[in-house]
């Protein structure tokens, strides 16, 4: 697991070029900027514990005493008592009498005795030439607050940047909507949104203050058990995009530990300051927003909807779907995501209910697996009479299984995110989700095609072995047949079709395909999919396409360069995890408004005439000829 560790809570520059830390001297904080998990002080005298960050010093050589600025009246030091005398005599020192102990980590173990000191109109930098310990600093006078950022820390701020992994370029996640109270001006340690961590520059505090995702507060409660205390305030971790906001409340975590590992949360933690901020939050925090509450058991697992018509046999037609809420309910973050089963596959098998669960709860989604057309032995296919529909009605089947989702929620009062719509699956599953890609452009943030399907290629669809493959999907070039397939027919089934990619870019240009397919697949050949991924770029996309050799073979996810691939379920983790969880590096969600939100139709001309994707109720597409 990545880890960040923070060197120190708060930086200044002296004028000598040092990076100083600062600390509050007292029993267990460390006096050194370079040593801050090796040592701490220990026995010190009440009268020199205070309450003001003053600058920690090197206790590496050369050996120096640096102050922030020059013209202090006295400061108060510690210097090593077995060079102590040496060094009053030659600065002249004047001895208070008092001394304290330099500790082990753990402040369990005295290693060495320091005599105290005050030191009287002292220059800014002095140094301690042949000293064999660092020298402390016990008090300062002047300011020792920090007037610029360092590396890896930020101040609470509206749009500041809690993260360290989460700052470069466009990626950038910020708070906002930030209350008062926790605008304390002084320097944090940023955290690692990936690690899902909180790490402390030391140990001993007596409590810190921090936001957790609203998803993640009962979680967060039954981990820390007493220690958690909630406070009025909340604020939003805003996606680089703009258009979210994920919600945050402000809690105080008492007596934390050095660092705190907080597996299994949805979303990375934010350290807002270094002590209880419960007092200012009260006087001057806004009213805290009310989380939305999460809802639970609105969507029955099984359902059944009415499809369009399939000219093969005509008449009324139904689709089965699974579908799955995120186990902590569905919030006005929740998106949308289908899981599609292979040529053949049935919706509610083992393998697809499973990837539903565990999708639903991994990225927050309603993961949706969808009978569509041809699924099982539901509408055969018949050679040269009722050819395979190839990602066509498929694809139209899964958006209207979609568009049955989200009226169901519009009709009890909930809101979601369909904004964050995502797609998955393997084989003929993989062909499907291009082609609802493909046929509701503005709709999909990110779809993972595994081993999938290309277009209706001659040699699938006429089954002529190209490239070794066995798959048939029974069409005729018999003008006369039923199953005669027309050019229209091959370009609309077509994922890679140049001029529809450069409409499914202007429609959204952010759109992300994943394309995981091994190189010695013998099912879906590869040689079709490369293709479609360098016609995606020519149009402007930005696909990510893995083509898997023995090099890429793990043996958790990618277990084959063959058609089967691997782990399907650990291959979209692997690959798309930055896209699809909410706190992801990279994490999508369409720009504007989705076709169903549009409810507008969508057009893709061929070279005798026009597909046209109607999405002004349940989705229908139709053909129409010049």
């Not at 995009?241 to 402000?250: D, T």
């Not at 919030?331 to 990837?355: A, F, K, P, R, S």
């Not at 539903?356 to 041809?374: D, E, G, M, P, T």
């Amino acid at each position: 697991m990545p880890r960040f560790v923070a060197a120190t809570a708060l930086l200044v520059v002296a004028c000598a070029g040092f990076a100083q830390g600062t600390w509050i001297p007292k029993d267990g904080e460390c006096p050194w900027y370079d040593r801050m998990d090796r040592y701490v002080i220990g026995d010190l005298p009440e009268k020199y514990i205070g309450d003001k960050p003053i600058p920690q010093q090197s206790c590496a050589e050369p050996r120096k005493l640096i102050l922030p600025a020059a013209g202090a009246t006295q400061v108060i030091i510690a210097v090593s008592a077995t060079q102590s005398a040496q060094f009053a005599e030659k600065l002249g020192l004047e001895p208070t009498g008092d001394s304290l102990q330099l500790m082990n980590k753990a402040g369990t173990k005295a290693l060495l005795q320091y005599d105290i000191f005050l030191y009287k109109n002292p220059p800014e930098v002095t140094e301690f030439e042949g000293a064999k310990a660092g020298v402390m600093l016990l008090s300062w006078d002047g300011d020792s607050e920090p007037t610029e950022a360092p590396p890896n820390t930020y101040t609470p701020a509206e749009r500041a940047r809690p993260w360290h992994d989460r700052t470069s370029g466009a990626m950038q996640w910020l708070m906002v909507d930030v209350p008062a109270g926790i605008k304390h001006g002084k320097h944090v340690p940023q955290q690692s949104c990936e690690a899902k961590t909180i790490i402390l520059p030391r140990d001993g505090l007596d409590a810190v203050t921090i936001g957790v995702r609203d998803n993640d507060i009962p979680k967060i409660t039954a981990l820390l058990k007493g220690k958690i205390a909630a406070t009025s305030a909340d604020f939003c971790i805003q996606a680089p995009s703009g258009s979210r906001k994920l919600p945050y409340s402000i809690l105080i975590y008492n007596q934390p530990a050095r660092e705190t590992l907080f597996e299994g949360f949805g979303a990375g933690l934010v350290l807002l300051a270094l002590r209880d901020m419960s007092a200012e939050i009260a006087a001057g925090s806004k009213p805290a927003k009310t989380p939305r509450e999460a809802n639970s058991g609105v969507l029955e697992t099984e359902q059944e909807f009415a499809a369009q018509e399939w000219p093969f046999e005509p008449g009324e037609r139904t689709v089965k779907m699974y579908v799955e809420e995120p186990p902590d309910g569905i919030n006005e973050n929740t998106g949308l995501m289908l899981c599609l089963h292979n040529w053949g596959g049935i919706y509610n098998q083992d393998t697809y209910v499973e990837w539903c669960k565990h999708f639903a709860a991994r990225y927050n989604v309603v993961a949706v697996s969808v009978n569509y057309l041809q699924s099982g032995n539901t509408e055969p296919r018949v050679l040269g009479e009722k050819p395979y529909d190839h990602g066509y009605l498929q694809a139209m089947d899964c958006l209207r299984a979609l568009y049955h989702v989200q009226r169901q929620l519009k009709d009890a009062g909930v809101t979601l995110n369909p904004r964050r719509c995502y797609s998955m699956g393997g084989s003929g599953g993989g062909n499907v989700t291009q082609m609802v890609n493909k046929l509701a452009p503005h709709s999909f943030a990110c779809v993972v095609d595994i081993c999938g399907m290309p277009g209706l290629t001659d040699g699938i669809a006429y089954g002529t072995g190209e490239y070794g493959s066995h798959l048939n999907a029974g069409y005729s070039k018999d003008p006369e047949s039923p199953a005669y397939l027309t050019k229209d027919m091959q370009q609309i089934r077509d994922p890679g079709r140049p001029e529809h990619l450069k409409l499914q870019y202007e429609a959204n240009p952010t759109n992300k395909v994943i394309i995981c397919h091994g190189l010695d697949d013998r099912s879906c050949p590869a040689v079709h999919k490369i293709s479609i991924f360098r016609d995606m770029v020519d149009a402007g996309f930005h696909p990510d396409g893995h083509f898997f050799t023995p090099w890429h073979v793990d043996g958790i996810a990618v277990k084959s360069t063959e058609h089967p691939v691997g782990d399907r379920q650990k291959v979209v983790e692997k690959f798309a995890d930055v896209y699809m969880l909410e706190d992801g590096k990279f994490a999508l969600q369409v720009p504007g408004p989705t076709d169903f939100e549009r409810g507008e139709e969508v057009v893709f001309p061929t070279d005798n005439g026009r597909y046209i994707v109607d999405f002004s109720g349940a989705p229908t597409v139709r053909f129409e000829e010049e």
